[in-house]
Protein backbone atom coordinates (compact mmCIF):
# COMPACT_ATOMS: atom_id res chain seq x y z
CA UNK A 1 0.00 0.00 0.00
CA UNK A 2 1.96 3.35 -0.75
CA UNK A 3 2.03 6.02 1.99
CA UNK A 4 -1.23 7.92 2.85
CA UNK A 5 -0.93 11.94 2.18
CA UNK A 6 -3.98 14.31 2.78
CA UNK A 7 -6.82 14.12 0.50
CA UNK A 8 -7.99 17.16 -1.71
CA UNK A 9 -11.86 16.53 -0.63
CA UNK A 10 -10.73 16.69 3.51
CA UNK A 11 -8.63 20.01 2.77
CA UNK A 12 -10.41 22.70 4.24
CA UNK A 13 -10.77 25.77 2.76
CA UNK A 14 -11.46 29.70 3.19
CA UNK A 15 -11.57 32.06 0.48
CA UNK A 16 -8.44 34.04 2.04
CA UNK A 17 -6.07 30.46 2.56
CA UNK A 18 -4.28 29.71 -0.58
CA UNK A 19 -5.73 26.59 -1.48
CA UNK A 20 -3.34 23.18 -2.42
CA UNK A 21 -1.71 24.25 -5.78
CA UNK A 22 1.11 22.52 -8.26
CA UNK A 23 3.76 24.29 -5.56
CA UNK A 24 1.89 22.09 -2.71
CA UNK A 25 2.12 19.19 -4.97
CA UNK A 26 5.79 19.24 -5.72
CA UNK A 27 6.52 19.65 -2.21
CA UNK A 28 4.55 16.47 -0.87
CA UNK A 29 5.79 14.69 -3.94
CA UNK A 30 9.51 15.60 -2.45
CA UNK A 31 8.65 14.57 0.94
CA UNK A 32 7.50 11.24 -0.51
CA UNK A 33 10.56 10.92 -2.56
CA UNK A 34 12.52 10.92 0.81
CA UNK A 35 10.20 8.70 2.79
CA UNK A 36 12.66 6.51 4.06
CA UNK A 37 15.31 8.62 4.09
CA UNK A 38 13.06 10.65 6.63
CA UNK A 39 12.10 7.13 8.57
CA UNK A 40 15.83 6.74 9.16
CA UNK A 41 16.38 9.93 10.16
CA UNK A 42 14.23 9.55 13.21
CA UNK A 43 13.37 12.99 13.52
CA UNK A 44 11.37 14.48 16.96
CA UNK A 45 10.32 17.98 16.05
CA UNK A 46 9.08 18.39 12.49
CA UNK A 47 7.84 22.08 11.27
CA UNK A 48 6.13 23.84 8.52
CA UNK A 49 6.56 27.59 8.29
CA UNK A 50 3.47 29.54 6.18
CA UNK A 51 0.98 25.97 6.54
CA UNK A 52 -2.04 27.40 4.44
CA UNK A 53 -4.80 25.37 4.21
CA UNK A 54 -2.37 22.64 6.02
CA UNK A 55 -2.36 20.10 3.28
CA UNK A 56 1.97 19.71 3.27
CA UNK A 57 1.76 19.78 7.26
CA UNK A 58 -1.36 17.03 7.06
CA UNK A 59 1.11 14.86 4.68
CA UNK A 60 3.97 15.06 6.23
CA UNK A 61 2.17 13.59 9.33
CA UNK A 62 0.21 10.79 6.88
CA UNK A 63 4.11 10.24 5.38
CA UNK A 64 5.61 9.84 8.55
CA UNK A 65 2.77 8.02 10.24
CA UNK A 66 3.01 5.74 13.41
CA UNK A 67 6.74 4.65 11.83
CA UNK A 68 7.67 7.74 13.33
CA UNK A 69 6.81 7.30 16.59
CA UNK A 70 8.61 10.13 18.40
CA UNK A 71 7.56 12.77 15.83
CA UNK A 72 6.13 15.79 16.90
CA UNK A 73 4.46 18.77 14.42
CA UNK A 74 4.18 22.20 14.75
CA UNK A 75 3.01 24.81 11.79
CA UNK A 76 2.76 28.57 11.82
CA UNK A 77 1.24 30.70 9.44
CA UNK A 78 1.18 34.87 9.09
CA UNK A 79 -2.14 34.43 8.20
CA UNK A 80 -4.51 33.61 11.62
CA UNK A 81 -7.53 31.53 9.03
CA UNK A 82 -4.49 29.44 7.57
CA UNK A 83 -3.88 28.07 11.01
CA UNK A 84 -7.84 27.57 11.47
CA UNK A 85 -8.34 25.81 8.24
CA UNK A 86 -4.98 24.10 8.84
CA UNK A 87 -6.55 22.48 12.34
CA UNK A 88 -10.00 21.39 10.52
CA UNK A 89 -7.37 19.43 7.54
CA UNK A 90 -5.65 17.86 10.02
CA UNK A 91 -8.61 16.71 12.16
CA UNK A 92 -10.29 15.27 9.22
CA UNK A 93 -7.07 13.16 8.48
CA UNK A 94 -6.95 12.23 12.68
CA UNK A 95 -3.57 13.30 12.88
CA UNK A 96 -2.41 16.14 14.92
CA UNK A 97 0.19 19.28 14.71
CA UNK A 98 0.27 22.57 17.18
CA UNK A 99 -0.23 25.60 15.43
CA UNK A 100 0.69 28.80 15.90
CA UNK A 101 -0.15 32.25 14.06
CA UNK A 102 3.17 34.19 13.46
CA UNK A 103 5.59 35.88 11.43
CA UNK A 104 7.22 33.15 10.21
CA UNK A 105 8.41 31.20 13.34
CA UNK A 106 8.67 34.56 15.81
CA UNK A 107 8.22 33.63 19.36
CA UNK A 108 8.93 29.73 18.88
CA UNK A 109 12.61 31.20 17.61
CA UNK A 110 14.15 31.38 21.13
CA UNK A 111 13.19 28.05 23.08
CA UNK A 112 13.22 25.97 19.54
CA UNK A 113 16.46 27.25 18.57
CA UNK A 114 18.91 23.79 17.24
CA UNK A 115 15.81 21.77 18.14
CA UNK A 116 14.12 20.86 14.61
CA UNK A 117 15.06 18.08 12.88
CA UNK A 118 12.77 18.12 9.98
CA UNK A 119 11.81 21.95 8.63
CA UNK A 120 9.52 22.23 5.46
CA UNK A 121 8.82 25.85 3.68
CA UNK A 122 6.41 26.44 0.51
CA UNK A 123 7.33 30.25 0.80
CA UNK A 124 5.20 32.81 -1.35
CA UNK A 125 7.37 33.40 -4.36
CA UNK A 126 5.75 34.61 -6.87
CA UNK A 127 8.11 37.97 -8.62
CA UNK A 128 5.82 40.90 -7.35
CA UNK A 129 6.07 44.84 -6.69
CA UNK A 130 7.56 44.43 -2.83
CA UNK A 131 5.02 46.43 -1.44
CA UNK A 132 2.46 43.48 -1.83
CA UNK A 133 4.41 41.64 0.26
CA UNK A 134 2.84 40.66 3.67
CA UNK A 135 -0.49 42.66 2.80
CA UNK A 136 -3.88 41.51 4.03
CA UNK A 137 -5.61 38.96 1.96
CA UNK A 138 -4.54 36.39 -0.10
CA UNK A 139 -2.11 38.03 -2.49
CA UNK A 140 0.20 37.43 0.70
CA UNK A 141 0.18 34.21 0.27
CA UNK A 142 2.07 34.03 -2.82
CA UNK A 143 3.51 37.50 -3.29
CA UNK A 144 7.30 37.38 -3.09
CA UNK A 145 8.25 41.22 -3.93
CA UNK A 146 11.61 41.94 -5.72
CA UNK A 147 12.24 37.80 -8.15
CA UNK A 148 9.94 36.63 -5.33
CA UNK A 149 12.56 36.38 -2.63
CA UNK A 150 11.41 38.91 0.16
CA UNK A 151 10.02 36.37 2.66
CA UNK A 152 12.22 33.37 1.39
CA UNK A 153 15.85 35.83 2.35
CA UNK A 154 13.63 36.20 5.64
CA UNK A 155 12.79 32.71 6.47
CA UNK A 156 16.40 31.24 5.50
CA UNK A 157 18.38 32.53 8.22
CA UNK A 158 15.66 31.38 10.79
CA UNK A 159 15.97 28.16 9.25
CA UNK A 160 19.37 28.25 9.94
CA UNK A 161 18.48 29.01 13.56
CA UNK A 162 15.87 26.49 14.02
CA UNK A 163 17.50 23.57 12.59
CA UNK A 164 19.30 21.12 14.72
CA UNK A 165 22.67 19.53 13.70
CA UNK A 166 21.36 17.19 11.84
CA UNK A 167 18.25 19.13 10.63
CA UNK A 168 17.08 18.63 7.00
CA UNK A 169 15.21 21.91 5.38
CA UNK A 170 12.90 20.74 2.25
CA UNK A 171 11.63 24.29 0.99
CA UNK A 172 10.26 25.21 -2.79
CA UNK A 173 11.37 27.79 -5.04
CA UNK A 174 11.21 29.13 -8.56
CA UNK A 175 13.26 29.60 -11.04
CA UNK A 176 13.06 33.25 -10.58
CA UNK A 177 13.95 33.14 -7.42
CA UNK A 178 17.53 32.01 -8.54
CA UNK A 179 17.94 28.96 -6.43
CA UNK A 180 21.58 28.36 -7.70
CA UNK A 181 22.14 31.54 -6.08
CA UNK A 182 20.48 30.68 -2.72
CA UNK A 183 22.03 27.03 -2.34
CA UNK A 184 25.73 28.98 -2.77
CA UNK A 185 24.59 31.65 -0.07
CA UNK A 186 23.53 28.53 1.95
CA UNK A 187 26.82 26.59 1.27
CA UNK A 188 28.39 30.02 2.76
CA UNK A 189 26.74 28.76 5.67
CA UNK A 190 27.58 25.18 5.63
CA UNK A 191 24.34 23.63 4.23
CA UNK A 192 24.94 21.16 1.50
CA UNK A 193 21.96 21.73 -1.28
CA UNK A 194 20.13 19.04 -3.51
CA UNK A 195 17.17 19.09 -6.14
CA UNK A 196 14.80 16.52 -4.73
CA UNK A 197 11.74 17.83 -6.75
CA UNK A 198 11.71 19.69 -10.03
CA UNK A 199 8.86 20.72 -12.50
CA UNK A 200 8.58 22.36 -15.61
CA UNK A 201 5.00 23.23 -16.01
CA UNK A 202 4.01 26.50 -18.86
CA UNK A 203 3.89 29.04 -16.39
CA UNK A 204 6.82 27.61 -14.10
CA UNK A 205 9.52 25.84 -13.26
CA UNK A 206 9.81 24.62 -9.26
CA UNK A 207 12.43 23.08 -7.62
CA UNK A 208 12.21 21.65 -4.11
CA UNK A 209 15.70 21.50 -2.45
CA UNK A 210 16.66 19.88 0.86
CA UNK A 211 19.35 21.43 2.68
CA UNK A 212 21.37 19.67 5.65
CA UNK A 213 24.19 21.15 7.65
CA UNK A 214 27.26 19.58 6.24
CA UNK A 215 30.35 19.59 8.30
CA UNK A 216 32.89 19.32 5.27
CA UNK A 217 32.08 22.36 3.87
CA UNK A 218 32.10 24.09 7.25
CA UNK A 219 35.81 22.79 7.86
CA UNK A 220 36.73 24.14 3.91
CA UNK A 221 36.34 28.02 5.16
CA UNK A 222 36.71 30.70 2.79
CA UNK A 223 39.58 29.26 0.84
CA UNK A 224 37.64 25.98 -0.39
CA UNK A 225 38.31 27.70 -4.29
CA UNK A 226 41.84 26.28 -3.68
CA UNK A 227 41.75 23.02 -1.86
CA UNK A 228 41.26 19.90 -3.88
CA UNK A 229 37.55 18.88 -4.15
CA UNK A 230 35.85 16.91 -1.94
CA UNK A 231 32.48 15.23 -1.75
CA UNK A 232 30.16 18.31 -0.98
CA UNK A 233 32.17 20.21 -3.96
CA UNK A 234 31.45 17.90 -6.25
CA UNK A 235 27.38 17.35 -5.16
CA UNK A 236 27.40 21.41 -5.52
CA UNK A 237 28.41 21.44 -8.52
CA UNK A 238 26.71 18.32 -9.86
CA UNK A 239 23.51 20.41 -8.92
CA UNK A 240 24.71 23.54 -10.35
CA UNK A 241 25.15 22.22 -13.68
CA UNK A 242 21.35 20.48 -12.98
CA UNK A 243 20.34 23.80 -12.25
CA UNK A 244 21.78 25.77 -15.62
CA UNK A 245 20.69 22.82 -17.39
CA UNK A 246 17.20 23.70 -16.32
CA UNK A 247 17.78 27.16 -17.02
CA UNK A 248 19.42 26.23 -20.58
CA UNK A 249 16.55 24.39 -21.64
CA UNK A 250 13.73 26.81 -20.64
CA UNK A 251 15.89 29.48 -22.84
CA UNK A 252 15.01 27.20 -25.66
CA UNK B 1 -2.42 24.49 22.23
CA UNK B 2 -0.55 21.59 24.25
CA UNK B 3 1.72 22.81 27.44
CA UNK B 4 4.68 21.54 25.34
CA UNK B 5 3.60 24.22 22.84
CA UNK B 6 3.73 26.77 25.92
CA UNK B 7 6.87 25.88 26.84
CA UNK B 8 7.93 26.39 23.59
CA UNK B 9 6.80 29.93 23.17
CA UNK B 10 8.27 33.10 24.61
CA UNK B 11 7.70 37.09 24.06
CA UNK B 12 8.60 38.29 20.67
CA UNK B 13 8.34 42.25 21.41
CA UNK B 14 11.35 44.44 20.87
CA UNK B 15 13.05 45.27 23.43
CA UNK B 16 12.26 42.32 25.56
CA UNK B 17 14.67 40.67 27.71
CA UNK B 18 13.06 37.72 29.72
CA UNK B 19 9.91 37.02 27.62
CA UNK B 20 9.85 33.27 29.24
CA UNK B 21 7.61 31.62 30.34
CA UNK B 22 4.71 33.54 29.50
CA UNK B 23 1.59 33.52 31.65
CA UNK B 24 -1.25 31.67 31.09
CA UNK B 25 -4.88 33.08 31.45
CA UNK B 26 -6.82 29.82 30.57
CA UNK B 27 -10.57 30.35 29.83
CA UNK B 28 -11.72 26.98 28.47
CA UNK B 29 -9.09 24.24 28.97
CA UNK B 30 -9.87 20.66 27.33
CA UNK B 31 -8.44 17.37 27.85
CA UNK B 32 -7.66 15.27 24.68
CA UNK B 33 -6.39 11.61 25.10
CA UNK B 34 -2.52 11.26 23.43
CA UNK B 35 -0.78 7.70 22.87
CA UNK B 36 1.39 7.09 25.54
CA UNK B 37 5.06 6.57 24.47
CA UNK B 38 7.65 6.93 27.01
CA UNK B 39 10.74 7.24 24.62
CA UNK B 40 9.07 10.78 23.10
CA UNK B 41 9.00 11.99 26.84
CA UNK B 42 11.86 10.68 28.10
CA UNK B 43 13.42 13.08 24.12
CA UNK B 44 11.88 15.73 25.38
CA UNK B 45 12.63 15.63 29.19
CA UNK B 46 15.78 17.38 28.56
CA UNK B 47 14.31 20.42 26.30
CA UNK B 48 11.82 20.89 28.61
CA UNK B 49 11.82 23.97 31.16
CA UNK B 50 10.16 21.95 33.97
CA UNK B 51 9.65 25.05 35.99
CA UNK B 52 7.15 26.42 32.84
CA UNK B 53 5.71 23.11 32.50
CA UNK B 54 5.23 22.53 36.15
CA UNK B 55 3.53 26.04 36.72
CA UNK B 56 1.38 26.43 33.64
CA UNK B 57 0.05 22.65 34.60
CA UNK B 58 -1.19 24.02 37.78
CA UNK B 59 -2.29 27.20 36.12
CA UNK B 60 -4.70 24.76 33.83
CA UNK B 61 -5.35 22.69 37.17
CA UNK B 62 -3.66 19.43 36.92
CA UNK B 63 -1.46 20.01 40.02
CA UNK B 64 0.56 16.73 40.17
CA UNK B 65 3.88 17.69 38.81
CA UNK B 66 6.74 18.34 41.46
CA UNK B 67 7.63 22.05 41.54
CA UNK B 68 11.34 21.40 41.62
CA UNK B 69 13.37 19.99 38.63
CA UNK B 70 13.17 16.22 38.91
CA UNK B 71 16.16 13.66 39.24
CA UNK B 72 16.28 11.95 35.45
CA UNK B 73 16.27 8.80 37.23
CA UNK B 74 12.26 9.80 37.50
CA UNK B 75 12.65 8.65 33.85
CA UNK B 76 11.97 5.07 35.02
CA UNK B 77 9.19 5.47 36.83
CA UNK B 78 5.94 4.47 34.73
CA UNK B 79 3.72 6.82 37.32
CA UNK B 80 5.92 9.97 37.00
CA UNK B 81 6.04 9.54 32.86
CA UNK B 82 1.92 9.31 33.13
CA UNK B 83 1.83 12.34 34.79
CA UNK B 84 4.34 14.05 32.53
CA UNK B 85 2.49 13.04 29.34
CA UNK B 86 -0.96 14.22 30.81
CA UNK B 87 1.01 17.34 31.51
CA UNK B 88 2.66 17.74 28.31
CA UNK B 89 0.46 16.31 25.74
CA UNK B 90 -3.36 15.98 27.05
CA UNK B 91 -3.98 19.73 28.74
CA UNK B 92 -5.41 21.82 25.54
CA UNK B 93 -5.58 25.40 26.40
CA UNK B 94 -8.76 26.30 23.91
CA UNK B 95 -9.61 29.66 24.39
CA UNK B 96 -7.55 32.58 26.86
CA UNK B 97 -4.38 34.45 26.37
CA UNK B 98 -0.30 34.17 26.97
CA UNK B 99 0.94 37.07 28.75
CA UNK B 100 4.28 38.33 28.03
CA UNK B 101 6.05 38.53 32.02
CA UNK B 102 7.55 41.54 31.46
CA UNK B 103 5.35 43.81 29.26
CA UNK B 104 2.16 42.10 30.63
CA UNK B 105 0.97 42.37 26.63
CA UNK B 106 -1.39 39.44 26.05
CA UNK B 107 -1.35 37.07 23.29
CA UNK B 108 -5.21 35.77 22.65
CA UNK B 109 -5.65 31.80 21.99
CA UNK B 110 -8.58 31.39 19.64
CA UNK B 111 -9.64 27.61 19.28
CA UNK B 112 -6.24 26.16 21.24
CA UNK B 113 -4.05 28.76 18.45
CA UNK B 114 -1.74 31.16 19.96
CA UNK B 115 -1.60 34.55 17.72
CA UNK B 116 1.95 36.03 18.28
CA UNK B 117 1.60 38.35 15.86
CA UNK B 118 3.47 41.99 16.92
CA UNK B 119 1.98 45.43 15.73
CA UNK B 120 4.43 47.68 13.96
CA UNK B 121 5.56 49.29 17.17
CA UNK B 122 6.40 45.94 18.91
CA UNK B 123 8.24 44.60 15.95
C1 LIG C 1 2.45 29.47 -1.30
S1 LIG C 1 1.46 29.41 0.18
C2 LIG C 1 1.71 27.71 0.69
C3 LIG C 1 0.58 27.15 1.51
C4 LIG C 1 0.69 25.67 1.84
N1 LIG C 1 1.87 25.36 2.64
C5 LIG C 1 0.72 24.86 0.57
O1 LIG C 1 1.82 24.37 0.22
O2 LIG C 1 -0.31 24.70 -0.06
C6 LIG C 1 2.45 30.36 1.31
C7 LIG C 1 1.89 30.47 2.72
O3 LIG C 1 2.83 31.19 3.52
C8 LIG C 1 2.13 32.10 4.36
N2 LIG C 1 3.03 33.20 4.69
C9 LIG C 1 3.36 34.28 3.94
N3 LIG C 1 4.23 35.07 4.59
C10 LIG C 1 4.46 34.46 5.80
C11 LIG C 1 5.25 34.80 6.93
N4 LIG C 1 5.99 35.90 6.98
N5 LIG C 1 5.24 33.95 8.00
C12 LIG C 1 4.49 32.83 7.99
N6 LIG C 1 3.73 32.46 6.94
C13 LIG C 1 3.71 33.27 5.86
C14 LIG C 1 0.94 32.51 3.54
O4 LIG C 1 -0.10 33.02 4.38
C15 LIG C 1 0.57 31.22 2.82
O5 LIG C 1 -0.34 30.47 3.57
Known amino acids: ?252 | MRLLTHNMLSSNIKGVINGFPLLIQAERVVEKQVDFNPDFLKNMFSKIDWKALADASKTMGYDELPDEVPDPSVLDSQEFLQKFHHALLELHLEEGALVCPETGRRFPVNKGIPNMLLHEDEV
Not at chain 1, 198 to 225: C, Y
Request: proline share 6%; charged share 20%; glycine share 6%.
Open chain 1, 1 to 252: MPPRIAQIRLVSSHPQVYEPCDDSYALVDALLADRTKLLEHHPTICMEVGCGSGYVITSLALILGSEARNAYYFATDVNPYAATVTRETLEAHGVHAELVTTNIASGLEKRLSGLVDVMVVNPPYVPTPDEEVGSLGLSSAWAGGENGRNVIDKILPVADNLLSDKGWLYMLFLAENDPLQICLQMRDKGYGAKIVVQRSTEEETLHVIKFWRDPDIQMEGNEANLTPKTAPQRGLEFLLSHISRLSFRERQ
